[in-house]
T-cell receptor, first 110, second 114 residues
Framework: QQQVKQSPQSLIVQKGGISIINCAYENTAFDYFPWYQQFPGKGPALLIAIRPDVSEKKEGRFTISFNKSAKQFSLHIMDSQPGDSATYFCAPNSNYQLIWGAGTKLIIKP | NAGVMQNPRHLVRRRGQEARLRCSPMKGHSHVYWYRQLPEEGLKFMVYLQKENIIDESGMPKERFSAEFPKEGPSILRIQQVVRGDSAAYFC????????????FGPGTRLLVL
């Protein structure tokens, strides 16, 4: 059975701090590792994604770190801003069927 | 360049009625996916469609639920004889043929069954 475990369930970070969200998976066939951001009442939006041939990818303030041997990947948000307050989901997959974590509710305190 | 469009955004039905949810994919996308999300949970895959074809409906309940993506017009998710447990947010996503793992989501339809 495919399983994806996301942690923490919720996170409070001061403005300007670093937010870190983790995702652990079991299926070694996964070859695409995205993070989605969802605001209340909206659909998920693709934030950043990585393939397993690299260990890190950075896009602006967002970085994915990927550890293939540990079967984990994480999202780092540098200089966190109140506008980053949202729910974040990891959704690794090997084809069209995204397997979603339970989500992390991030609150950035001003 | 319009994104994925869904309507209605909110739908209220009484038990036993039918619910019809519509999804228009992004321009140039030929693949549509439907997901269901319960409060405080991640999304759950329901069905994957291409034009006039159901590719994978393994996540869809066997009864009362059906989906289609006709040659012309939007994709439709149909729930017959709704029950309270069907209350959820239903999201549609689309992707281009060459990148099925890169899915773009619509704003969702929030179904409330009274």
């Amino acid at each position: 059975q495919q399983q994806v475990k996301q942690s923490p369930q919720s996170l409070i970070v001061q403005k300007g701090g670093i937010s870190i969200i983790n995702c652990a998976y079991e299926n070694t066939a996964f070859d695409y590792f995205p993070w989605y951001q969802q605001f209340p009442g909206k659909g998920p939006a693709l934030l950043i994604a990585i393939r397993p041939d690299v260990s890190e990818k950075k896009e602006g303030r967002f970085t994915i770190s990927f550890n293939k041997s540990a079967k984990q990947f994480s999202l780092h948000i540098m200089d966190s801003q109140p506008g980053d307050s949202a729910t974040y989901f990891c959704a690794p997959n090997s084809n069209y069927q995204l397997i979603w974590g339970a989500g992390t509710k991030l609150i950035i305190k001003p | 360049n319009a994104g994925v469009m869904q309507n209605p955004r909110h739908l209220v039905r009484r038990r036993g009625q039918e619910a019809r949810l519509r999804c228009s994919p992004m321009k140039g996308h030929s693949h549509v996916y439907w997901y269901r999300q319960l409060p405080e949970e991640g999304l759950k895959f329901m069905v994957y469609l291409q034009k006039e074809n159901i590719i994978d409906e393994s996540g869809m309940p066997k009864e009362r639920f059906s989906a289609e993506f006709p040659k012309e017009g939007p994709s439709i998710l149909r729930i017959q004889q709704v029950v309270r447990g069907d209350s959820a947010a239903y999201f549609c996503a689309s992707s281009p043929y060459e990148a099925q793992e890169t899915q773009y989501f619509g704003p969702g339809t929030r179904l409330l069954v009274l």
